[in-house]
């Protein structure tokens, strides 16, 4: 089965951005890419009614697997009141009381969100169970959601722990490694002050990939830590947030294999300062733009309001927003298949209500997705309202 | 013909926010409101799946009749970059060179997008004609959209009178306005250094009122210049963008009837400063949030992610920045009968895919507007995702 998507206004490739093109699909993947005029047929037709066509979104960074919200929270903090009903740990309680199908509906809506704003991959990290079994758990069912799942035992400190960190640490690389592994693909670490130091961040991360996980990391969100070096050291996939960072962190950046991952909802929702991406960029590092779509500091599930933000906000131009939210993301996943529209790659593509990416930046808050392809061509399904 | 919106989990009203409640909606008007136990009968049934249920945005402030975008010039903004191509007066070129059908399809686009995000009334300005013909057809057209016409012929000075303002103000006075008045409800001028001058702001507007028209200004964008003040004596029904104000002006407004429009969309695409919400508020000014869409400095349709700016950049509560949304450009109009839910009002209604109107500023971005009714019940449609 194969499909050409054509009447193409404006098609984003890696090489160069084509004008009048069309893409056709053969069973899940880009087979071709060219002009419309010398389109190849196909069984089927779609057509992209002159619209931009991009990558669909690689959202490398998300929480969705928990109980509840925190809009009260977020309204006290907008308000600069100061509100101490116990931030992560409170959704860590919410999480641990809900059953698996509350999750699972949860997690299902907010991916359903996702989508529909035309993100195809996503990532999803455990964090908000923080025993052995709340943490399998929340992986079990992120597994049922995406093949990108992260055990992040290392979110914080829960509690009944607080007194005993070393003794959580041999939680999280003993017992909870062990029941965790089977459902994740990565392992994840908040090494910042007030979580994991950077000693505690490198025992986790070094036996978690004795076990086989690939390295992530949170880091540089509140301070600088030493996080960051220790990522690139340990040849961690990603970094993600990177807010403060020194001259050594960048080198290191630049020197090594692990993206940058910007994480702009949480500077956006918490007033936090945003990361300096022009710096990384000009510096040569490479960067992922993702939501971090979480209950406390940055419940949005929307990449095209996080490029419009990193735009505005954190120096990048639209095309480098746009390569980061999806090529960028795909290296912060080590994924190869995605992220970019060239032959050989999924078929995950997004069509625009919309001439340019740019007005992903320009039009903010307006949603422009007006089609939504990926992986397998009977996939296809319009999921956005200017395809209703 | 009569239909209950029942299992709303929060209710919005001018009074309270009521849990558990039910609205009835009797030929296109709010007949009833209370708790949803206690709901009257009614013909038909909308289900709100326990969702928050907030008036229509009404979007006072909107330059919609325009050909072409400025998408380019964004971008070189963005990027720091200097930008001579013409600003505004491209966007006059362009609009004039434009057919009728041209004009009539990108604006119905927008307010398609407008709709489709909650926005059930909107004020439509001219200005990008700038001649007797080219004013009173974006006017004409306007029209055929909306019953809150603007006639904004003192947009800018258009490049053929550039060495002669006084009689660009002559003819703006004078036959444009004659040609322009029956297509218009409102007539508005941009004092600020560049445009008009708060002498010909003040001939303009009086001799508009005098025709007939209620009057509006553009003031305070890019600096003092005694416009606000003017407009409050003038009797105006909203003062737009307010960014600069002297304490003579907020005192104005305090005493006066002139709403203070507030335009976030302007500076998030802008980088200038955001106006002072808080403070405006304290001091007993009627504050109105909208989105200023145009292709120059503010491409967005999106109310709640101008709210969104608002709580995070302005000072705004979530629960001023709805007001704003809502009740506050229903008061920049001057209606009565929109902007709040209560009985006797249209059945402009929002019905979000949110336990509270909050999440609009707690989650940036993300399409929250399930379903939009308007007007007569009979035209209740799905217009969002989650209601597709």
Redo the contacts between chains.
């Keep these: 089965m194969s499909t050409i998507i054509d009447n193409i206004g404006l098609l984003v490739t890696p090489e160069a951005e084509l004008a009048n093109a069309a893409v056709l699909i053969d069973d899940g993947y880009i087979a071709w890419v060219g002009a419309a005029a010398s389109a190849p047929a196909a069984d089927d037709r779609i057509d992209a009614a002159n619209g931009c066509v991009i990558p669909g979104f690689v959202d490398s960074h998300s929480h969705i697997v928990f109980a509840g ?1 925190r ?2 929270e ?2 006290a903090r ?2 600069g009141r100061s509100y101490t009903a116990g931030g992560i740990r409170r959704t860590v309680a919410l999480t641990r009381a809900a059953t698996d199908e509350q999750l699972l509906a949860n997690a299902t809506r907010l991916i359903a ?1 996702m989508r ?2 035309g993100t195809t991959t996503v990532e999803i990290k455990s964090g908000y169970g923080l025993t052995v079994d709340d943490e399998s758990r929340s992986l079990a069912l992120a597994s049922t959601l995406t093949s990108e799942t992260t055990y992040l035992g290392a979110h914080v400190v829960p509690v009944e722990y607080a007194d005993d960190v070393a003794g959580y640490v041999d939680l999280v690389t003993g017992r909870m490694l062990e029941a965790c592994a089977p459902h994740a693909r990565w392992i994840d670490v908040f090494c910042e002050d007030g979580a994991f130091d950077v000693d505690q961040a490198r025992a986790i991360l070094t036996v978690g990939i004795a076990r086989g996980l690939g390295a992530r990391m949170h880091s540089g969100q509140l301070g600088e830590s030493g996080g960051v070096r220790l990522a690139v050291e340990l040849g961690a996939a990603s970094v993600d947030h990177c807010t403060f960072l020194s001259d050594a962190d960048v080198d290191a950046l630049a020197a090594g294999t692990t993206v940058a991952t910007l994480l702009p ?1 949480v500077e ?2 918490t ?1 936090q300062p945003y990361p300096d991406a022009r710096l990384l960029i000009d510096a040569g590092v490479t960067v992922a733009l993702a939501c971090d779509c979480n209950p406390g500091s940055s ?4 990449m ?3 490029m ?1 933000v990193a ?2 906000d954190m120096g990048m ?2 095309a480098e927003a746009l390569r980061a939210a999806t090529a960028g993301g795909a290296a912060a996943l080590r994924r190869d298949d995605v992220g970019e529209i060239a032959v050989g790659k999924r078929a995950d593509l997004v069509i625009l209500d919309a ?2 990416y ?2 992903l ?7 422009l997705v007006g089609r939504v392809l990926s992986g397998n061509v009977a996939d296809v399904r319009a ?3 200017g395809a ?1």
């Design positions: 919200d809009a009260d977020f309204e907008m308000a969100e529909m704003q909802g956006f929702s007033r419940y949005t599930t929307s095209s309001f996080c419009a735009v505005r131009t639209p001439p340019s740019v007005h930046a320009y039009r903010p808050g307006v949603p999921m956005a309202p209703a």
